[in-house]
């Protein structure tokens, strides 16, 4: 099993910055890929970003190129979102996911989750 802890999250105003964290404890060996999603209330779950372990790879969704970076320090076992020029329409809940296999974009390829943390961008 992988266990997966998300923290950084908060409230800011638009134009902000925040860097969401993610802990990878358990059999961090089996991961191949990671992710960032978001839900928004009322809203389906999304992919924000992935990059592959080794990090040769990654995605951005299209909302997102140019203000939100991934990264990943495997020595530390921890994955990272950084998120500049924060927007209100950024404002959700963000997880971190992770999978055996390369990239993908959709929740259900996933196989591990985190709690989530509350990103909020208000005006």
């Known amino acids: 099993q992988v266990q997966l802890v998300e923290s950084g999250g908060g409230l800011v105003q638009t134009g902000a910055s925040l860097r969401l964290s993610c802990a990878v404890s358990?059999?961090?060996?089996?991961?191949?890929?990671m992710g960032w999603f978001r839900q928004a209330p009322g809203k389906e779950r999304e992919s924000v970003a992935a990059?592959?372990?080794?990090?040769?790879?990654?995605y951005y969704a299209d909302s997102v190129k140019g203000r939100f970076t991934i990264s990943r320090d495997n020595a530390k076992n921890t994955l990272y979102l950084q998120m500049d020029s924060l927007k209100v329409e950024d404002t959700a809940v963000y997880y971190c996911?992770?999978?055996?296999?390369?990239?993908?974009?959709?929740?259900?390829?996933?196989?591990?989750w985190g709690q989530g943390t509350q990103v909020t961008v208000s005006s």
């Open positions: 996911a992770a999978r055996t296999l390369g990239i993908a974009t959709s929740p259900s390829d996933y196989d591990y």
């Open positions: 358990g059999r961090t060996f089996s991961i191949d890929a």
């Open positions: 990059v592959d372990w080794i990090g040769r790879n990654t």
